[in-house]
């Protein structure tokens, strides 16, 4: 290989680690150091005061947290929000992409009042819904009652039963309008040939949204469902304003549990090993998710 050929190649991969060089920082800066020192962090003692960290401790905080009822149980209860969160997510968003993807007169203003939850703050909506959930003069429970179901009012935020599905709701409807925004531009962006073609072969809307839209739509479902999984795992403010983690641990989440240990016991330690297994959940998942979709994706160009 000649000089000049190799000085020119040199040149290339220079200009353009020189364009990411700003990015790496960045990246370096807040997002992979302060996953290394969280993993450092965890394999040591220290309550959080001292300038310097406590003593070395290796795997100990992690058989802490083996250990730790309240662990397993928050860990139960943020697979449960993400399990029953992200379809109910996702499907609705998806129904409410397809009813406004149609030409409706009033779209702009349900387009709007769909998304207007999403850019409340989440604090309002917590206090809201406390007071819709109040056990004695709660909008809910008030409403059951003047329709002759007062047999059905309860203290929802009060019964470990209850508690969980309560805040999964509010959850809910608080983000389904985001989901509703990226899958109704990825609607919109579908190829209107393909879609026609569909209509002239003699396929009605069920068909066409089954084996026609569906299908397109798959790589951005998976990346809304993505989205929705990862919002999902690192709840926190909504479960520690309406809860606080009760009652008796029955809305307990790592992430709160993370706040408690770290802020309330000053188990810096334990507080980093859970942070350190929230990261590899979410990475897990999207690994996951994306080997999902490229077999899905190969299937179906064989």
């Not at 960290?53 to 905080?61: D, I, R, Y």
């Not at 819904?129 to 179901?149: H, K």
């Amino acid at each position: 290989m000649s000089p000049a050929i190799v000085r020119q190649r040199w040149r290339r991969h220079a200009t353009g680690w020189a364009f990411v060089g700003p990015a790496l920082v960045v990246l370096a800066a807040f997002l992979l150091y302060p996953i290394a020192y969280s993993v450092w962090l965890s394999l040591h003692e220290w309550e959080g005061y001292s300038p310097q960290w406590g003593p070395f401790v290796g795997l100990e905080n992690y058989r802490a947290l083996a250990n730790d009822e309240v662990f397993w149980r928050a860990t139960w209860n943020s697979i449960v929000f993400v399990v029953v969160r992200t379809p109910l997510e996702v499907g609705l968003g998806f129904l409410l992409a397809l009813l406004l993807n149609r030409r409706l007169a009033a779209r702009p203003l349900l387009r709007t009042l769909f998304f207007v939850p999403v850019v409340m703050s989440l604090i309002v909506v917590t206090i809201i819904f406390q007071r819709v959930y109040e056990p004695n003069t709660g909008l809910l429970n008030t409403f059951l009652t003047a329709i002759g179901l007062g047999g059905w009012a309860h203290p929802w935020l009060g019964d470990p039963a209850t508690a969980l599905p309560a805040v999964i709701a509010v959850s809910v409807w608080k983000n389904v309008g985001f989901s509703l925004v990226i899958l109704l531009a990825g609607l919109q962006g579908l190829p209107q040939d393909v879609l026609e073609a569909a209509r002239v072969d003699g396929a009605n809307a069920w068909q066409l949204t089954l084996r026609m839209i569906t299908p397109l739509m798959r790589p951005i479902l998976a990346l809304t469902a993505l989205l929705s999984i990862i919002g999902g795992l690192k709840v926190f403010d909504l479960v520690f304003i309406m809860t606080r983690g009760g009652p008796t641990y029955s809305t307990e989440v790592l992430a709160t549990m993370l706040y408690r240990e770290a802020f309330e016991l000053n188990h810096m330690g334990v507080a980093s090993a859970i942070g350190v297994i929230l990261v590899v959940m979410v990475l897990s998942i999207a690994r996951v998710q994306a080997l999902m979709l490229r077999d899905s994706r190969e299937g179906g160009t064989a």
